[in-house]
């Protein structure tokens, strides 16, 4: 197995866009933003990529099964776990594409490429 960081490529995005920055910190996701590490401990990490089964969602350590639970997030990175992320309403297929240019910057091919490859809003 080989780490890869890409906490270089992100920084040189920088900040969400503005138009997006309100849904980041009303979603109480914005500490997330500053969390990049240059220097990973690639070790622990691999060690514990080794331990990892998908099948079950835990950890398989020498004292047992781990798994994360929504309070160790919370506990880990003060991320608050309540209400929902966001919106689950559909969307018209016109106006995801808006959306999709509006907030992500991207023309009107691409947003009907990526629709229509995942089909539909």
Not at 60 to 80: C, K, N, P, R, Y
Request: hydrophobic share 40%.
């Amino acid at each position: 197995m080989k780490l890869v960081s890409h906490s270089k490529k992100v920084k040189r995005l920088g900040r969400p866009h503005p138009s997006v920055e309100p849904f980041v910190l009303s979603s109480g996701f914005s500490p997330l933003c500053d969390i990049l590490y240059d220097y990973p401990d690639t070790r622990l990490i691999l060690g514990f990529l080794e331990r990892w089964h998908p099948e079950t969602n835990n950890f398989h350590l020498l004292v047992g099964e781990m798994t994360i639970s929504l309070d160790d997030v919370w506990s880990l990175i003060h991320l608050a776990v309540t209400e929902e992320f966001c919106s689950t309403e559909p969307l018209e297929y016109e106006d995801s594409i808006q959306t999709m240019m509006t907030l992500l910057g991207v023309d009107r091919a691409i947003a009907f490429d990526e629709l229509n490859h995942y089909r539909g809003s």
